[in-house]
């Protein structure tokens, strides 16, 4: 459905994306994961047409990004992390605008596009609310729902539970989960639980790179073959992690826990030799006993850090904000979000809850 071939970006002497090259399957839900500044939303924004790239190629469902942007662009449907809302309209009013601006001209094609979409996001009551009246979790669901306008292969949702509260997050998850059912959905996020829990195949992005790709499984398996152990010593902090630096081949020592006079350390095998009896011996010999000694099963939490562990963006080095536009405005003419409400003849609707 979509291929990304040697993409960069860059913004003046920053590169935010650096030769990153992937393809995104039919029928699946792709988690693009990394730090705040890897490159996430650049990616994003590139691949739908908001940005233009430095150098590289975007194909979606076999249109050229460049060459061939309206069709490509038909393919997609995009959630911006920031929804591009009119918020004076009701969601009904704004929904049929988009499907229009997508090209459904007859009216009852419309209706029936805004029906769909509204159901699939659980906006059948909300019709006739005003948007600006909505909580945060019911417009998120608005923007979901624009996005499934003009009935798009592709979802693309950049952080689409950003500032929501718990119980609007899982909502939101099952409804991501939902629409991998039918469509194929690349997530953007930095929440680790919510990757794991609604992706297929996860890609990570450190300091504008590729770092990994596959499933989650894939990923903890292929850094657990290095020999990533997990023990637990007598003694003090110093006298355990000199023994455990006494094994040659273990490195990468990272203290996890300490009380009273209890270690707890991982530790790394740099050829994937199982050093487990070694590092026993050592520590044992140094007047150490050991109390658990393992095998670590990483998480995806594990993986990525793992992964990222050098990516420490500064704020010179983060992506310059990129905020979406309302359908159809341009950079000269579109409204603020959060603009003052103008006066209105009717009495606002209540504040719909979730």
């Known amino acids: ?99 229009e601006l997508k090209g459904v001209k007859k009216k009852a094609d419309r209706a029936a596009d805004v029906a769909r979409a509204s159901e699939r996001a659980g906006l059948q009551e909300m019709q006739t609310r005003l948007i600006r009246n909505l909580s945060k979790g019911y417009r998120q669901r608005v923007g979901v729902a624009a996005a499934l306008l003009g009935s798009p292969d592709i979802i693309i949702l950049d952080e689409p539970t950003v500032g929501l509260d718990p119980a609007q997050m899982i909502e939101i998850r099952s409804l991501i989960h939902d629409l991998g ?37 894939e990923l903890a398996a292929r850094l657990a073959a290095k020999g990533v152990i997990s023990a637990t010593a007598q003694g003090s902090k110093e006298a355990v992690l000199q023994a455990a630096q006494s094994v040659p081949g273990l490195t990468d020592l990272r203290v996890t826990a300490e009380k009273a006079d209890e270690v707890s350390f991982t530790a790394t095998s740099t050829d994937g030799t199982d050093l487990r009896a070694a590092l026993s ?6 007047g150490c006993p050991v109390l658990s000694l393992s095998s670590q099963n990483l998480s995806l939490e594990d993986v990525f850090l793992q992964l990222t562990e050098t990516d420490h963006p500064d704020e010179a080095g983060t992506e310059p904000e990129e905020k979406a536009l309302p359908a159809g405005e341009t950079e000269q003419t579109a409204e603020p979000e959060e603009a003052p409400a103008q006066p209105q003849v009717e009495q606002p609707d209540e504040k719909e809850g979730d």
Not at 281 to 286: D, K, S, W
Request: hydrophobic share 40%; charged share 15%; glycine share 10%.
């Open 1 to 99: 459905m979509i291929e990304v071939s040697h993409l960069t970006k860059r913004y003046g002497s920053h590169v935010a994306v650096d030769d990153i090259s992937f393809t995104v399957d039919d029928g699946c839900i792709y988690g693009l994961l990394g730090p705040n500044g890897a490159g996430k939303s650049t990616t994003m924004n590139v691949i739908t047409g908001y940005l233009s790239p430095t150098s590289g190629t975007v194909t979606i469902n076999g249109h050229d990004i460049q060459e061939d942007p309206q069709a490509a662009k038909a393919c997609i449907g995009y959630l911006p992390e920031l929804p591009p809302l009119y918020t004076d309209m009701t969601v009904g009013e704004y929904l049929n605008f988009v499907a």
């Open 181 to 217: 059912k039918t469509h194929t959905v690349i997530l953007s996020s930095h929440i680790l639980s919510e990757v794991q829990t609604v992706c297929d195949r996860v890609l990570i992005i450190s300091n504008g790179k590729l770092a990994a790709q596959g499933t989650p499984e």
């Open 281 to 286: 011996a050592a520590l044992a010999a140094a």
